[in-house]
């Protein structure tokens, strides 16, 4: 059976009031991942990050017959792998924004959904994971919340973002091309991501939200890795560049500094770390307490 998409939302950029506060709600997204560029952003997302999130989803013993929730499916590798583990008495919904690189496989629904309208799907889920996700959205705590509530008893929470650690380049590398990525990055960062609502502080609080929201047994791992040019790490920030050109132009880089950016995140001789990714997971208690 090919991966069912629900059409029935489709919010790429909305701007409405959360009756809740009483505020304006902002859910626009900086990125394009319908886009080609933004195929490659959720491909080079998978290959850096797949096998740690794999792993940490062995580990917690996501088998035949459980209820999974994919949030940020982004081309669905994730949620096909917890497919394989769930089975035919298991079920995986995948959820983003825009699901035209959501690749299809049997076992897995894709939504095409806005997270911060709700859930497309009412709980109980065994496991929800959460992937460059939470930390775009301003409501990520009361979202956080929701997410814990919609576990079943002794159901798992993993959340993965980045912290405020940028990337740069590595050690030995020309002080011209180190000093141009560094620059480039930063500008991305903090000029542009922050002011649209990135909050990198964050993946290292998670926990304590977790906490908050009444998981326990919580656990997390920091990865950080370098790169040479032309590999998935070094080329998703090609992708990520060439879907904010207009911002970046505003916030003082050239057409030149970014052509000679995307030149050399291609160039094998070089190389950088990686964004510091942060995976926090949590546990529903059994019982009561």
Not at 206 to 226: K, P, Q, S, Y
Not at 254 to 260: A, E, I, K, L, V
């Amino acid at each position: 059976m090919a991966t069912e998409i629900d059409t029935r939302t489709d919010t790429r950029t909305d701007t409405r009031n959360d009756t809740k506060n009483g505020t304006a709600t902002d859910t626009r997204y900086l990125f394009e991942t319908g886009s080609d560029h933004g195929r490659v952003q959720v491909d080079c997302l998978s290959a850096m990050l797949d096998s740690t999130t794999t792993g940490v989803l062995d580990d917690l013993g996501v088998r035949e017959g459980w209820r999974c929730l994919e949030l940020g499916a982004g081309n669905g590798s994730v949620a096909r792998w917890m497919a394989q583990r769930v089975g035919p008495t298991g079920s995986v919904a995948a959820v983003d924004i825009d699901t035209r690189h959501l690749d299809p496989a049997p076992g897995v629904t894709a939504y095409r959904h806005d997270v911060n309208d709700d859930l497309p799907e009412d709980g109980p889920f065994d496991v929800i994971h959460a992937r460059m996700l939470l930390m775009h959205l301003s409501r990520r705590e009361e979202i956080l919340r929701t997410l814990a509530g919609a576990l079943a008893p002794g159901g798992w929470l993993v959340v993965t973002d980045v912290s405020d650690r940028l990337p740069t380049a590595a050690a030995g590398i020309d002080p011209g091309p180190a000093e141009l990525f560094d620059r480039v990055l930063d500008t991305g960062m903090n000029r542009v991501g922050r002011p649209a609502g990135m909050n990198l502080e964050w993946a290292r609080d998670v926990g304590r939200h977790l906490r908050d929201a009444g998981l326990e047994d919580i656990h997390g791992l920091e990865d950080a890795f370098t790169a040479r040019g032309g590999t998935p790490a070094m080329l998703y920030y090609r992708s990520l560049i060439k879907q904010l050109e207009e911002p970046l132009q505003a916030a003082g880089l050239t057409t030149d500094d970014m052509r000679q950016f995307c030149d050399l995140v291609t160039d094998p001789q070089f190389s950088a770390w990686s964004y510091q990714f942060v995976t926090t997971w949590a546990r529903r208690p059994t019982t009561r307490r």
